[in-house]
DNA sequence: CTAATAGTGTCTATTAGACAGTATGTT
DNA sequence: AACATACTGTCTAATAGACACTATTAG
């Protein structure tokens, strides 16, 4: 029989939140930058790349295995604040632009015990947290090839490890350009990651068109060339120069620096413009 | 002292999970149609608007209030079984259009205790389910303005009852179109369900310009004239007629079949386009 | 005939794509 | 001088916006 209150204090009162079986929640986050690989020709500019940032697990489970920076949330933290305080940690620094990206649920993502995890994507300059990354943290630049029938590989490499991975892109019925991923191959990131990775580059290749989020990737000053190739490496592919030019004109203003050096001409720096 | 494990197996055998407090996770449900208003004109076609369905409490908390579809995840529930199970359970249809909106985890989100709730939005034809509906659901024709500084007054109506709350748009810093919500005002729904429904109107808007998911609005059959109409109800705007035909052209089929009796000239049915 | 919607033709404005050209610092 | 990048001019193609026109039915 159900006993029936009068008022909601009085129910409250007696609630016993213990009736349901409870369980864990983490937050896990897919940091995104940007690195400069140096090119051994004096004249050749830098070659950008789209880093990641991971972590290795000295702890079961998956132990040595790499995975997203993340961790369980406090019973009195907003679940916002959970990854604000993670990257706290893992970078040492605040500020830094965060997004949900998605919240995967599948039961048995977690060998431990039912965990449902809400992931994040933060978009951050590298440049602001060299040297203060925490100590098994590492970042990675990753490459990914779109194969012909929906398969797409990705390439995670810090330099001392590489790391790979497949998925297959699902195409869900009804709808034209909603997908959903499953892994094909996948023997070192921990949890269902790659799924993680996967959401935050589509969301990244999307908003980019249409939003200002590049910057948070930027220093303060840069060069439209500079920029492009955030554009090139994160969209996968090449961009006329009149066309970026003309897009990001109203979005960036052009300041009296210079950067020279180049073994060519010159370039203005140019800032974001709120 | 950590206690050392030497294969995973082991840790996990020994691993206990009760060490970290858990919570609770729901889901809720926007399911979105559209709905015809009759004019009482009878060459007039009739009004199509946008529509939500609600559940009315029938227990504390929030007791008599009107709330979105939801419910507890089971322990042993893939977290995107539960939208289905509860849509399943609400209209005794299977098959709709489900798609995960956002993960909502305020610590006072809830008055029983800590509860996160991922949110879903589901895009049905009403005419699928009528006379289906579970006791206490209803129906309510919603319309959104949108004000000036960024007020959105949103309005919905079942025939019998009137419910309306106000939003702030807050623009977050960095970005240019991505907003959060603040509640202004709400006296009549549950919980933070004011900022579910605003996300996935948004995310509704968004997506009706790039993809297909209209059609999960619409019956097998339709004239041009009547999705056009789904288009402005959601968009919020009159749409030019050339303009609407060159664009859903490729993604519409011409049938034989008409519709006649609307004491003007009868329009081809047609056929969406997979 | 009339009111109301259905459906099309066409002009214009805006935006995107393509290519070629000029400019300039470093070695 | 040569290379590599910076930057601009301009033509063309594609797309979006606007308006006007014709077509067709129930009453």
């Given amino acids: 029989m159900v006993k029936r209150y009068n008022t909601e204090e009085e129910f409250l009162k007696d609630y016993d939140s213990s009736k349901y079986k409870k369980l864990s929640m983490t937050t896990d986050i897919l940091i995104v ?19 990641i940032l991971l972590v290795k697990r000295d702890n079961y489970p998956f132990k040595d295995k790499w995975c997203l920076p993340g961790g369980f949330i406090d019973i009195d933290e907003d679940l916002d604040e959970s990854p604000k305080r993670i990257l706290k940690k893992e970078t040492n620094v605040d500020n830094i632009y965060l997004e949900q990206l998605y919240t995967f649920g599948s039961i048995k993502r977690d060998p431990r015990m039912r ?11 590298k440049n602001r947290l060299i040297n203060n990354l925490s100590n098994n943290a590492s970042w990675f630049d990753i490459t990914f090839y779109e194969e012909k029938n929906n398969i797409v590989d990705i390439v995670l490499d810090n330099g001392n490890t590489t790391i790979s991975f497949k998925l297959e892109k699902v195409l869900r019925e009804q709808t034209t350009d909603r997908y959903s ?3 094909l191959e996948n023997n070192y990131l921990a949890f269902d990651h790659p799924l993680v990775i996967l959401a935050g580059i589509e969301r990244l290749k999307n908003k980019i068109e249409y939003t200002d989020i590049v910057f948070n990737m930027m220093p303060e000053y840069f060069t439209l060339g500079e920029l ?14 009149p066309a970026f030019r003309r897009i990001i004109a109203n979005k960036v203003v052009k300041t009296t620096k210079m950067k020279t050096g180049g073994g060519h001409r010159p370039s203005y720096l140019f800032k974001y413009k709120k």
Same sequence: chains 1, 2.
């Fill in 33 to 51: 930058s940007v690195s400069n690989e140096e090119v051994d020709n004096y004249r050749k500019t830098d070659k950008k790349k789209m880093s």
């Fill in 115 to 125: 965990v449902v995890s809400t992931s994040y994507i933060a978009l951050i300059d």
């Fill in 181 to 183: 991923f499953k892994i």
């Fill in 228 to 241: 492009q190739q955030v554009y090139e490496v994160i969209l996968g592919k090449k961009l006329l120069d």
